[in-house]
């Protein structure tokens, strides 16, 4: 999340942050565990961005991307690769992180958003993985 969120904060592409922390992270071994899926949702993400983006504001009535906090959104981005692009994530626990990751670092109002949407998606047939 931070990655996702740090990115859009600078102007920088998602690559560009990755590429970044990456090598950031080749010089804490003691993060070697964790970068290793931190990593293959960030690339999950860019993989999919541009659908992802598309869901997002398909989902969220009345908001666009551009309105959106930076946090929700790196938030929501992760919670749609998640529930239409990883294995092995069931839809609850995909919904109840992303609600989490919102009430520590958002908005009050934002965990009520995102699980709004995020709960739409699973439900919606047509989704690739659901």
């Avoid at 666009?64 to 946090?71: A, C, D, N």
């Avoid at 992760?78 to 992180?97: C, D, F, H, Q, R």
Wanted: hydrophobic share 45%; charged share 25%.
């Amino acid at each position: 999340m931070d990655l996702l969120y740090s990115a859009d904060l600078k102007s920088m592409s998602f690559k560009d942050s990755l590429a970044e922390e990456e090598a950031r992270a080749a010089l804490e071994h003691n993060r070697q565990s964790s970068w290793a899926y931190a990593k293959e949702i960030v690339e999950g993400v860019i993989e999919h961005s541009k659908e992802i983006d598309r869901t997002i504001e398909e989902y969220a009535h009345g908001w666009t991307i551009e309105r959106m906090p930076l946090v929700d959104l790196a938030i929501l981005r992760i919670g749609v690769w998640e529930l239409k692009y990883a294995n092995g994530i069931p839809v609850a626990v995909a919904i109840s992180e992303a609600v989490e990751a919102a009430r520590l670092y958002s908005t009050d109002d934002s965990p009520g958003f995102i699980n709004g949407l995020l709960a739409k998606l699973a439900q919606h047939p047509s989704s690739e993985r659901l």
